[in-house]
């Protein structure tokens, strides 16, 4: 498996170059931050730098493809289907929180996002088949 990185030149073209990595193997998402690319693969979240070696793992998600980074860069937003979300603190690389959803939620659709004061975190959800939003701080 390989990434694709892109290079601009002033000439406002693009340069591809594929790069192996490990890292990213069966990846459903990747996120990039200033510091790295961070893949969600279900079950795992990889942290790389940016010359693609792991830096950390966190393992024993669940269905966790989705994820968000709060506006101030400090923390990611995972987003699982199970219902559940998790908080991973970027500054530490470690989980923070881990949050069940319930009253009658069954799944929680698409990525979340994070409010504009990093206060509140807005994902879509389906209870007992009918898809509405919800707001969670």
């Known amino acids: 498996i390989s990434t694709i990185a892109l290079s601009a030149r002033k000439e406002k073209t693009m340069k591809l170059t594929q790069i192996p990595c490990e890292g990213i193997k069966k990846a ?3 996120l990039i931050t200033q510091k790295y690319y961070i893949a969600l ?3 795992r979240v990889t942290f790389m730098n940016h010359s693609f070696e792991i830096v950390k793992v966190l393992e024993k998600f669940t269905h966790s493809y989705n994820g968000s980074i709060s506006p101030d860069g400090k923390y990611l937003l995972v987003i699982s289907n199970s219902p559940m979300f998790y908080l ?9 929180d881990k949050v069940r959803i319930k009253g009658g939620v069954e799944t929680i659709e ?3 996002c994070w409010s504009p004061d990093g206060q509140h975190i807005v994902f879509y959800h389906n209870i007992y088949g009918i898809s509405t939003k919800k707001v969670a701080i």
């Not at 991973?88 to 923070?96: A, D, F, H, Q, R």
């Open 110 to 112: 698409g990525r979340g």
């Open 41 to 43: 693969s279900g079950q």
């Open 28 to 30: 459903k998402n990747i």
């Open 88 to 96: 991973i603190s970027l500054e530490t690389l470690e989980l923070i």
